[in-house]
């Protein structure tokens, strides 16, 4: 079922694109979508205008749909792991929960969207979480992913961008997904990440307060001002 939503986002994206006059022939792509046999779209037939299926699929597989029916739970961590409610100086127990509102909204998500920031400065080695979340908040064009989407990415790891996997002078990039801020048991602010262990993508569970480094990336979306961010990124 997801990789037919993904096919549907894929095909009203270009249908977009033709309406808009930048390539012709939006009929004859859906004709052809609908038409060609699946034996022949295995094999990467030509579409239309040189784009084959197997591009078509391949653009598919960077579409990933996030279950938004159930709220993130972060229960599986463990007994009393909560989102941070209100303030980071608070006991993070009562107040607005710590989450990017917009990052919520989305349901299906082109991967190939997604920019990896450090938000490291001239000179700076690394950065405390704290100011590195702070700085993230303060540009108001970008949108920290959440909790829900890491949780979509493990569901589906092969879709997750080989790029990811890079090491940053021979350490292991960790993305981080800031757009949720959880509260440890012991009352730490901490954040989950995506890290590619033995050729494996498994979660990490780092404490806000640690220091962050230039193999340490947020994954976060630059929203074009004005847009309102509902179902389907990009827009």
């Known amino acids: 079922m997801a990789f037919i939503a993904s096919m549907t986002f894929i095909l009203n994206f270009f249908k977009e694109v033709f309406r808009k006059g930048i390539f012709p022939g939006v009929q004859k792509l859906e004709s052809s979508i609908s038409q060609a046999p699946k034996t022949a779209i295995s094999q990467g037939q030509m579409l239309f205008g040189g784009i084959t299926s197997a591009t078509i699929a391949a653009m598919a597989r960077s ?32 107040g607005q929960e710590d989450q990017d509102s917009r990052s919520l909204a989305i349901t299906q998500l082109d991967l190939s969207k997604i920019v990896l920031e450090t938000t490291l400065q001239d000179n700076e080695l690394s950065i405390d979480g704290e100011k590195k979340l702070m700085r993230l908040k303060a540009v108001g064009h970008i949108i920290r992913l959440d909790a829900g989407i890491l949780m979509a990415l493990l569901q589906n790891r092969e879709a997750v961008p080989a790029s990811w996997a890079k090491s940053v002078h021979g350490k292991t990039s960790n993305i981080f997904f800031d757009g949720t801020v959880l509260r440890s048991p012991e009352g730490f602010r901490c954040t989950l990440c995506l890290c590619c262990q033995s050729s494996q993508w498994v979660f990490v569970c780092n404490r806000q307060a640690a220091q962050w480094f230039g193999n340490d990336y947020s994954a976060v979306l630059h929203c074009p001002k004005g847009k309102l961010v509902t179902g389907s990124f990009p827009f």
Do not use: A, E
Request: glycine residues 12%; proline residues 9%.
């Open 63 to 94: 579409v990933v749909c996030i279950d938004r029916s159930r709220c993130f739970n972060p229960i599986f961590l463990g007994k009393d792991w909560t989102i941070w409610q209100g303030p980071p100086d608070g006991d993070g127990m009562v």
